[in-house]
């Protein structure tokens, strides 16, 4: 089939900035990129310059041309959600007019939020029988799609659209417990208008069966997390090939998204290098976000980085956002759950340096009052860290949005000041977190310096909290001196407080005490 010109498609990143949304899907092929390295990561497509003016246009839903359902959806799901960003004033429209979009912005300006009501709208807007092609959402991990598909469910309850869910959208990714084959049977019994995956599942399945995604007659292709998803692609990718294309075209603009003078949009964050202190503040929350650094020495002390400011006063949180009602899913459109994690070998060495795992529980059971999340470097065991954080006495799970206690019930809260008997920690990795939004986060724990692109990682991490001026607590916990194995099986050491502070000294960030340490 011939692809339409009106074809287009959508990428964003949750780090500092970017999400894109470009066209030709005919010419995308799917490559394997699911664990990937890259030596080259220096790749950045942060300041790419604006060429869309300021916003000047409508300040509600309604008049940025969202389908009337969409938005009933949307106020009865999410009341919270009132009035569009700036960012969702300028490419809201411009997905719909069917533009490709190369959009960046600040974390938690509701950059996916808004991709998703545009493209719900651009999908349950199209006539009935006519139709309109399939869309393709493209996630760094299953979490962020399950997310998607969470965020449609709940709108889709009170949207009085005769279309079910299942023919709306439905998640593709891998799991052990469901074969390729029926997962590619699935799809063929109920194509649904968009399709949320990750890069690994629908390589899978075209490596399978090709025909059984409609990869060359799609009408808009979303991709989140851009940056991150170039990133994980090896440099000797032969062909050019997504996300190849992405390197090679997206990134240097030669002109694969310009498929017309002036259709791309270029939308949101003209930040100029020197005022990245002024964007990090605003990407972290603002003042009312804690950095906090809590140095673990050899001896097993635990003490505030040096030189960290006092706290400013405590004051409570206030906000007006109701909580809101789980909406009751009908059994048929309830999302499946994947087999429950592996049973751990507790006997073997942790991998976990025991004073800073204490430091993260005394820290956790002093001052979260209900929910949190510890960010560990992305190679490590998630399950052993729970389970030595379990036997600490702390109530720790695995994230897994999924699963109630896991995650799912803290995707609509947003009881910011109620405290529970019971707080809950849940445990994820830097890879798995990306673009995930749990509104009811008060603090992130991040284990160690994460090596690879710290800044960047640092930055994505901290933006889980402080969401659309909320405050909240960044706690860092790094060893003064960390042993390792070099390349060629040499111990060495590494003092990753000096790399935090170097970090931070980056962004502008100046930490604050973490009081109950003094
Ligand atoms: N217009 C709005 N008003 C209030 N809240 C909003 C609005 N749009 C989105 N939100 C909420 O903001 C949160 C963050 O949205 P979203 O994840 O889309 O941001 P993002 O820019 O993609 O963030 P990140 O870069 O971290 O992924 C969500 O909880 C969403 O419900």
Redesign the pocket.
Known sequence: MKPSLQSTSVA?T?SRLSCALWARPSRWQIRSIHGAHSENRSLDISFLPSSFPPHAGPTSFEGLGLFRPVIAGLRNA?P??????DT?KRFIPAVLSGNDVMLK?R????????LLLALLSKHLSADKFAGIRPSLVIVPHRDLAYQFLHWIQHMHVHMGHSTSLSSIAQVVIRNADTPLDVEINTLRDSQPQILIGTPQAFWDIVQEDESALPLRALSTVIVDEVDYLIESVPENIENATFPGHLRKHLVTESGWLTRKPGGLLKIGGSIEPKRIQDEVKYTLGGTSVQHCVVVISKNGDITNIEDALEPPASTPETSDEPEIATPSVAPSEQVKVPAPTPVLDSKSPSPFNPNSLEAIAAAFALDVPSVALLVLPSSSPVHRAVYELQMMGINAHGLDVLREEQGRAYLMRRDFNAATSNPTLLVSTLASTR?L?L?VLSHVFIYGVFEDQPVDSYLHIA?RVG??GRGGKVISVVERVRAFKTDKGKLASKNDMVTLQRVLKKIGVVATKFEHFN
């Open positions: 964003c949750k999410f919270s959600v009132a009035t569009p960003t969702q912005d974390t938690g300006s509701g950059k996916s939020f808004g673009g939004d509104p933006g969401r659309f």
